[in-house]
Structures are given as structure tokens and as C-alpha cells.
């Protein structure tokens, strides 16, 4: 019988940005049952450079994989699509597998080029595939695959989601036989690769304490995971093992500065895994750290808690400041006021700040628009504010709505950016009301629902766009900033250069069109 070193499988990425997790957790249990796996990265993928095709090409003749499989979500379709054509032309042989929120929701359309596809959690899935090709029997048994045969869509029995997270779920900054291209070449990915070609060149860890959601908006893919496993239950690795995790990895890199924690909703957890949290993070890791949360489990005593372990920065979801919104359109659980009471607890600990909010919703009224601006207005400051334009993407509920109530109004999420919100006035209040000073805000919008058209808010919108785009836009960042550093000046500046890269795409965004390309995803 083969030894499983006998069998390679090549994972791959098309991620942008170098710190996915979801294909990294399946690598790496590749690699603890002694799989021959490689894990590569595709930022740049250009179905039009031939000699990127020839580099990946010639990667994998030297591999000779048994199975490829490729992570993607939404925004990636069309990249993995070419490439997988151009591997079933090259390796007609070669099983391909796709994986991800998009094959997952959309495993019809993913069948229209892949072999297979993983819907759900693939952790088991992968080895199970990697198990079959040991011993050489066929793939069509595993389950959480779909697959086409006699060209109709099989879809085999689907694995609970997984409970015990522990054992399956590993993480690292980077680990063994990952590979990148770049100018046209695979190379081993490096520490030094990584600082250059990272969203904030290295700096940030990026983990995840638990899986899944307590909310189940409408246009997330929570909403479809929740649907598609039939729960809402946030299932959490126990904190000892992620300690374990977070102290090898910033041993093994001490240019790590922060921790950044992806779960949907860190404060979805008990007093007890808190205080334990608190505890054992301050003792053993004392780095900052980020969490995403939900406004209605922000308290007080759970801030403070984290802050004095090393809390540093809050992305916090206002999505909209309508009730009517956030109830009817998105059923979402958290209210305007459950948003502001959470910022105002976020900003008496002076931690940093960036705030979800959506925009281009056509469901929305133009009254429940300005709730959202004066939101922002009332909010205090200093925050920054995350933008997005509302992408109804396949498989979501409020996708499905779209398509009976404004199917004129569904841009293609396959090549939407999600950051390239509409260039309208409102758009442009929104995110003025977040940097200009709120005495000349207040008297903008006295002037806007008095008569947008008259010259005298159009003069003013000008004036005041300019001023919030030069001046009080970078001072508010260099604030927010300065709070994650304890008020230091000199480690914010420091600081700084390391948000350049990805911090200028989205400065420049409120000057551009919304253009095709993603720059970054919002829950998908």
C-alpha cells in the first residue's frame, strides 16, 4: 500500500491578499496525516500573461499532484474558471475540486468547470478525497461533494458541521510548502515575501477563536451556511489550544504586532470563555489585539475586561442607521441605539475604530439613507468607516428578493467591487458625516433637506468635500491610529506605512468610478 507522502494535492488561492485561513486549515491537515501537500498563491492571476500560465504549468508537471483543488469565493469565479480550463486542457486526467463560499452556494454554476465541489466545511472533506486516492478508489463517494454524471447534479450526503474545532481547525502565518507566483515565477513563500506583498506587509496574525454567527442577515453567507447546516450555533476552539497557536506563531515571527481575530462575532461567548480568555491572553501573549463584534453584545464590563488584555482595535457592524432597515430588509437583531450605546462604550476605553457601513440598498427609502447619516453624525468620534456597496451575491436571502421584487437593480457579483459604492450625494454625506467636524455637517445637511438642488448645497457639498477629503479624513485616520498606539505619536507614524498599501486603495475610492475589480470581501 502507498504511503500517504506518495500522494500530492495542490491547494490553491486567489485571494489577494496572503491571509486567508480557510484553505491554510485544510494544508495543514494535509500535511498532519503526512499528505505530500503544497499550498499556493495566485494573487496576480492574469489569464492573459502567458508566461504566468507556463510558470503555474510547469509548477505542477513537477508536482504531479493526484488532486488540485482551489478556495473561492464570488469574486474569483472568473480567474478559476480559466485556470481550470486551462489545466483540463493541459492534464485532461487530473481531478479538479473547488471549494469555498461560492462553490458552495453555487455549485451548479461551479460544475459548469470543475470536476467537483466541496459544499460546506471541507476539513474532513479534503482528506477523505486524499484518503480515496491512497488507495485508489473513486472520489464520487465522499461526502459534501457534488459532481455531474450523465449530465445531471449529484450532490452526496452532507457532513454535520463540525463541532469539535480543536483538532481540525490549525492555523499559521506560514506554513511548510506554500508557494506564491510573482513575476512570473513560483517561489517559496518566505517571511520576507510575506512583509512585502501582505495587505499591512506582516504585521497582523490573523486566527479565528470560533466559527459562525448569532445573527443571520440577509445578505450574508451566514444566512446560507445557518440554512444549509439548520443552525446558528457559534461553535468555539477551547482557549488553551488557540493560546498554544498564537504563542508559536509570534515566537517563530517577532515582527507580528497584532492579533487579528476574524470571528464573526468574538463577544458571542460565555463570561466564563471570556474571563479565561482575558486571562491567559495577558499572561502569555501580551500583543494588541482586533475583534469584529455585534453592537448588542458590547457591555461595558466585557470591554473593559479585553482592553486591559490587550484589546486594541473594534470593527463594529452599523450596516444601516434605519431601524426599518435593519429589521425588515436585513433582519438584523441590533438597533440604531444598540449601535450607539456600543460606540460610545468603544470610544470612553479610547480603542480604535472602524465601523461597517452599507450602502446602494434599493430597498432602502431616502429617509432611511439619512438615518444612516445622522448615525454617523451622532456617533463619537474618532472612528473610521468601512464602505460598502449592498452586493447581492448567489445563494443569499436578500439575493433571492432581489430577483422577484428589482432584478434590474443586481449588479454581477462576480466582478462587482464591493468598495465601489455609488458617486451620489448621499453616498458622499455618508461618508463625509464620518470626518467633517459636526458643527459644518449639521449646517450641510440644514442645507441639503432644504433644497439639494439649490447652487448654495452644491457650492457648499463641494467645499466641504474637499475640506473632509484633505484634511480632516487623514487627521481622523492619524486619531484612530494614535489610539491603537496609546497616543504615541512616533509608533503612529511608524505605524502608518503599513496601511499605505491597502489604506490609499480605499482613500482613492471615494474619487474613482466603481470600476469592476475587488479590492477586498465583506462577509463572503
Not at 486526467?93 to 459548469?112: A, Y
Not at 422577484?404 to 454581477?412: A, F, G, H, L, T
Request: glycine share 4%.
Amino acid at each position: 500500500m502507498a504511503n500517504n507522502g506518495d500522494i500530492s494535492i495542490l491547494l490553491i488561492s486567489f485571494q489577494e491578499d496572503l491571509d486567508i485561513i480557510g484553505l491554510k486549515s485544510l494544508h495543514l491537515n494535509l500535511l498532519k496525516e503526512s499528505y505530500n501537500s503544497c499550498l499556493l498563491h495566485l494573487p496576480n492571476y492574469d489569464h492573459d500573461n502567458v508566461e504566468k500560465v507556463r510558470a503555474i504549468r510547469e509548477f505542477i508537471l513537477k508536482l504531479t499532484p493526484a488532486l488540485i483543488g482551489m478556495s473561492l469565493m464570488s469574486m474569483h469565479y472568473q480567474k478559476a474558471a480559466h485556470l481550470t480550463g486551462v489545466l483540463k486542457r493541459e492534464f485532461p486526467s487530473l481531478p479538479i475540486l473547488w471549494g469555498g463560499t461560492h462553490p458552495t452556494v453555487s455549485p451548479e454554476m461551479s460544475l459548469d468547470h470543475a470536476d467537483f465541489v466541496c459544499i460546506g466545511e471541507g476539513e474532513q472533506v479534503i482528506l477523505d478525497c486524499a484518503d480515496r486516492l491512497k488507495s485508489g478508489s473513486s472520489l464520487y463517494s465522499v461526502n459534501n461533494l457534488a459532481y455531474k454524471r450523465n449530465g445531471a447534479i449529484q450532490r452526496n450526503e452532507l457532513y454535520p458541521a463540525i463541532q469539535e474545532l480543536d483538532e481540525v481547525f490549525l492555523f499559521a502565518q506560514n506554513p511548510p510548502a506554500t508557494f506564491i507566483e510573482m513575476k512570473d515565477q513560483i517561489i517559496p513563500l518566505t517571511s520576507e515575501v510575506i512583509r512585502k506583498n501582505s495587505r499591512n506587509r506582516g504585521i497582523t496574525y490573523n486566527t479565528m477563536s470560533s466559527k459562525g454567527c448569532p445573527f443571520s442577515c440577509t445578505y450574508c453567507c451566514n444566512n446560507f451556511f445557518n440554512r444549509l447546516y439548520n443552525t446558528r450555533k457559534t461553535r468555539r476552539r477551547s482557549v488553551s489550544v488557540v493560546m498554544d497557536e498564537i504563542e508559536r506563531v509570534v515566537r517563530e515571527d517577532s515582527t507580528i504586532k497584532y492579533i487579528n481575530f476574524l470571528d464573526d462575532c468574538f463577544l458571542a461567548c460565555s463570561a466564563e470563555y471570556l474571563k479565561e480568555f482575558c486571562t491567559l491572553y495577558s499572561a502569555r501573549i501580551k500583543k494588541p489585539f482586533i475583534i469584529r463584534t455585534i453592537p448588542t453584545y458590547v457591555t461595558d464590563e466585557k470591554i473593559l475586561s479585553l482592553k486591559k488584555a490587550g484589546l486594541t482595535w473594534v470593527n463594529l457592524g452599523l450596516e444601516s442607521g434605519s431601524d426599518r432597515t435593519n429589521k425588515e430588509i436585513y433582519k438584523r437583531g441590533s438597533s440604531r441605539k444598540d449601535f450607539l450605546r456600543a460606540a460610545g462604550i468603544i470610544n470612553k476605553f479610547n480603542l480604535a475604530s472602524f465601523y461597517d457601513v452599507m450602502l446602494d440598498n434599493p430597498f432602502e427609502t431616502n429617509e432611511d439613507r439619512m438615518w444612516t447619516v445622522d448615525t454617523i453624525v451622532e456617533a463619537p468620534r474618532p472612528f473610521y468607516p468601512m464602505l460598502y456597496s449592498l452586493t447581492f451575491f448567489y445563494g443569499s436571502e436578500i439575493y433571492e428578493r432581489a430577483l422577484k421584487e428589482c432584478p434590474d437593480r443586481i449588479e454581477n457579483p462576480l466582478d462587482k467591487n464591493i468598495l465601489g459604492y455609488a458617486k451620489n450625494t448621499i453616498n458622499t454625506l455618508t461618508r463625509m458625516a464620518a470626518f467633517l467636524d459636526k458643527k459644518r455637517m449639521v449646517r450641510l445637511l440644514g442645507i441639503y433637506k432644504r433644497n439639494e438642488q439649490s447652487l448654495s448645497f452644491k457650492i457648499t457639498l463641494f467645499y466641504y468635500k474637499m475640506l473632509s477629503a484633505f484634511i480632516y479624513e487623514p487627521f481622523s485616520y492619524f486619531r484612530v491610529v494614535r489610539l491603537a498606539n496609546n497616543g504615541s505619536i512616533m509608533e503612529t507614524v511608524k505605524e502608518l506605512r503599513y496601511y499605505f498599501k491597502s489604506g490609499i486603495k480605499k482613500y482613492l475610492n471615494q474619487f474613482l468610478g466603481p470600476g469592476i475589480h475587488s479590492i477586498s470581501g465583506k462577509k463572503r
